[in-house]
């Protein structure tokens, strides 16, 4: 049995996540800006238990809320000693959305969800696609909606951003994606 990873360990390898595959591939053409500021959070929840998961969003989610956009644009919620089965990771979003609406914030704070094994349902197992939402440990991303929609409304075409990822990853193909995805963990 490996070693519980090192939560500096687990915040460098979601940066490189982010230069190399979300801004480096431009799967997300508004993460550049906050790529190196101080506005981007990491949190790197050490929870194990469902409990505590739920204590770590709620935390996260209250913390986003009451810091000025200024301070804290957008979080990364990143869960390395848990969620490793994807079937759990998506119940456990689903909670997650459960308590952002039970908490008054559904249509204030816009919930992404990455995952390494993460498969959109009816691909095949194999395609290039499911990188646009891999990471390296289970992560959920908070996002405020005042602040997506500003950025999306400055986009010149913001409902092509998917299927431009798709036909990107394709080119790149698989294994060019997977070369590039260990050297994350090297």
Known sequence: MSPPPVPGAVERQTRAWLAEFVVGLNLCPFARPLLDSPALRISVSTA???????????????????????????????????????????????????????????????????????CFEGEAESAASHFSNRSPWPTIHLLREAMVTRLVTGHPDPEAIPGANVEHLNALGRETLETRWQALFD
């Open 48 to 118: 194990a238990e469902r409990a505590a998961l739920q204590r770590a969003f709620l935390q996260e989610l209250d913390k986003l809320q009451s810091t000025p956009e200024a301070e804290i644009a957008t979080t990364l919620l990143v869960f390395p000693r848990a969620l490793a089965s994807f079937d759990d990771y998506l119940d456990f979003l689903d909670e997650a959305q459960f308590l952002l609406e039970q908490a008054g914030l559904d249509g204030v704070v816009q919930l992404a969800s990455f995952h390494p094994d993460y």
